[in-house]
T-cell receptor, first 115, second 114 residues
């Protein structure tokens, strides 16, 4: 158990809908990362938050947004869903702030199926 | 930008065979290197890491050495078990503040047959 929790575990929805994925980082970690794992794109970085502020952005679509709350949990919002958004979405956390000891610990993921 | 190139899979080995999964990287800075493992139906688990040249990461019988001169971080295990069947991902992190994201290779699916 990495200490990172994600809910829900599975999500089935229809095209055009909006969903929210939730992540709670390990105790003491200030950084939260979101990754998407799909068959065609592999594992891709979406976005990072550090202590409530957006820190880095990767290949995140404009239809997707995220935030980190004062208690450091994070939510990833996916809207106007398309079939191609079906994927496994991982959250990871780390202490944050950079440095050689930075290690990201991953949650179990949320499997999203868009029908 | 940063990138990781990993040995194409799938790889199938017999139990107790020697394993090597090749990984090379391209990075603008001085990255930390990682191997993550994904067991069937599960999330990513950190297997081992190395943070500077010539460091050897090791865990559960797996080893990888950070080779700066060849920009490589190959994963090895002397005697694999059926329980090692999983997908293995090589990854790097620039680790500078604001650029700590992980860049992953494509993953190598490993199947061990009894």
């Amino acid at each position: 158990d990495s200490g990172v929790t994600q809910t829900p575990k599975h999500l089935i929805t229809a095209t055009g809908q909006r969903v929210t994925l939730r992540c709670s980082p390990r105790s003491g970690d200030l950084s939260v990362y979101w990754y998407q794992q799909s068959l065609d794109q592999g594992l891709q970085f979406l976005i990072q938050y550090y202590n409530g502020e957006e820190r880095a952005k990767g290949n995140i679509l404009e239809r997707f947004s995220a935030q980190q709350f004062p208690d450091l949990h994070s939510e990833l919002n996916l809207s106007s869903l398309e079939l191609g958004d079906s994927a496994l979405y991982f959250c990871a956390s780390s202490v944050g702030g950079g440095g050689p000891q930075e290690t990201q610990y991953f949650g179990p993921g949320t499997r999203l199926l868009v029908l | 930008g940063d990138s990781v190139t990993q040995m194409e899979g799938p790889v199938t080995l017999s139990e107790e065979a020697f394993l090597t999964i090749n990984c090379t990287y391209t990075a603008t800075g001085y990255p930390s290197l990682f191997w993550y493992v994904q067991y069937p139906g599960e999330g990513l688990q950190l297997l081992l890491k190395a943070t500077k040249a010539d460091d050897k990461g090791s865990n559960k019988g797996f080893e990888a050495t950070y080779r700066k001169e060849t920009t490589s971080f190959h994963l090895e295990k002397g005697s694999v078990q059926v329980s090692d069947s999983a997908v293995y991902f090589c990854a790097l992190s620039d680790r500078t503040f604001g650029n700590e994201k992980l860049t992953f290779g494509t993953g190598t699916r490993l199947t061990i047959i009894p």
